[in-house]
């Protein structure tokens, strides 16, 4: 079975400041790894994904996030926060090209 | 890239009543329909897959009978929500494959409130 541990349901951040959101994952195989945001009422926008190959990945609107196997984790940043990055963030799992478990999701807040 | 049209957006129905939400695969073919449920402030759960041409399966403590799912052709998923209580307000999202590399289209979510 696999889960996923989002730590912090709520984050803030001053606008400019770096944004760090945590995933914790547990798999019992090699892992597929994804970040969605969801803005209010909408459907979930897919930020990145972690498949194979490099294990930094790079996202849109300035998102990365890095895979590191030993901490089973796959934290989210951008290294200056905008107004528009405020939303709800899930951290997501796959063993394949079937259903993903979602983590509970991480409210992010931007401090003018 | 793969776009996946989600309506209604927001229904209000009565206790009792029936709803239809369609999800259609605007640019691609989705075999298969992901349904998912979200309640405020929570994660999404899977409810079921759709397959084309077959017979949804249902995630454990789904009731079948309740959400009836149809995914009668490649462009279409449908989920029924019948005899709808007040408990079944929710926020009812659809994703597909996209045919990237476990990529994932989702539907813009339908707010459904039962009164």
């Known amino acids: 079975a696999q889960s996923v541990t989002q730590l912090g349901s709520h984050v803030s951040v001053s606008e400019g400041a770096l944004v760090l959101l945590r995933c914790n994952y547990s798999?019992?195989?090699?892992?597929?790894l994804f970040w969605y945001v969801q803005y209010p009422n909408q459907g979930l926008q897919l930020l990145l994904k972690?498949?194979?190959?490099?294990?930094l990945v790079k996202g849109i609107n300035g998102f990365e996030a890095e895979f590191k196997k030993s901490e089973t984790s796959f934290h989210l940043t951008k290294p200056s926060a905008h107004m528009s990055d405020a939303a709800e963030y899930f951290c997501?799992?796959?063993?394949?090209?079937?259903?993903?478990?979602f983590g509970t999701g991480t409210r992010l807040t931007i401090i003018p | 890239g793969a776009v996946v049209s989600q309506h209604p957006s927001r229904v209000i129905c009565k206790s009792g009543t029936s709803v239809k939400i369609e999800c259609r695969s605007l640019?691609?073919?989705?075999?298969?329909m992901f349904w998912y449920r979200q309640f405020p402030k929570q994660s999404l759960m899977l409810m079921a897959t759709?397959?084309?041409?077959?017979?949804?399966?249902?995630e454990q403590g789904v009731e079948k009978d309740k959400f009836l799912i149809n995914h009668a052709s490649l462009t279409l998923s449908t989920l029924t929500v019948t005899s709808a209580h007040p408990e079944d307000s929710s926020f009812y999202i659809c994703?597909?494959?996209?045919?990237?590399?476990?990529?994932?289209?989702f539907g813009s979510g339908t707010r459904l409130t039962v009164v």
């Open positions: 798999s019992s195989v090699p892992p597929y």
């Open positions: 640019d691609f073919q989705a075999t298969t």
């Open positions: 972690y498949t194979t190959g490099a294990t």
């Open positions: 994703s597909a494959p996209d045919g990237s590399t476990y990529g994932y289209t």
């Open positions: 997501a799992v796959s063993d394949g090209p079937e259903k993903l478990t």
């Open positions: 759709s397959n084309e041409g077959s017979k949804a399966t249902y």
